[in-house]
């Protein structure tokens, strides 16, 4: 599928994502997608693969490839609770080894790691 989600407001967008997630998990199809929103991609993708100018730059598991300095260097828009943990980290707020993909994995890590108010 090519950008289904284009267009879409972020409701729809999520809506889309989850009857493709569906037809995966429910019939076993398996998708293949290109799509520009890896906030919500990282949700429901157990692979992605990145390309640029038609060559393979990146493939593997979601959370190895979004997490990835190289991925960012390349110019691949990462996850945004992902680029705040890289940049908490930068800083020395060690938040775990694994970096979240989205705002309530990093809601998590951030209330383990902060005093309770």
């Known amino acids: 599928m090519d950008e289904p989600t284009s267009f879409l407001d972020p409701l729809s967008a999520q809506n889309i994502f989850e009857v493709i997630y569906d037809l995966n998990k429910k019939l076993g199809i398996t998708v293949v997608l290109v799509e520009h929103r890896l906030d919500l991609t990282a949700k429901y993708a157990n692979r992605i693969i990145i390309m640029d100018?038609?060559?393979?730059?990146?493939?593997g598991r979601t959370r190895e490839i979004l997490s990835s300095e190289?991925?960012?260097?390349?110019?691949?828009?990462?996850?945004?609770?992902?680029?705040?943990?890289n940049m908490l980290n930068k800083e020395g707020l060690r938040l775990g080894l694994v970096a979240p993909l989205s705002s309530e994995e990093l809601s998590k890590l951030l209330l383990e790691v902060l005093p309770h108010r």
């Open 53 to 59: 100018e038609g060559k393979v730059c990146s493939d």
């Open 70 to 85: 190289e991925t960012r260097l390349i110019g691949v828009g990462i996850p945004k609770a992902t680029l705040l943990y």
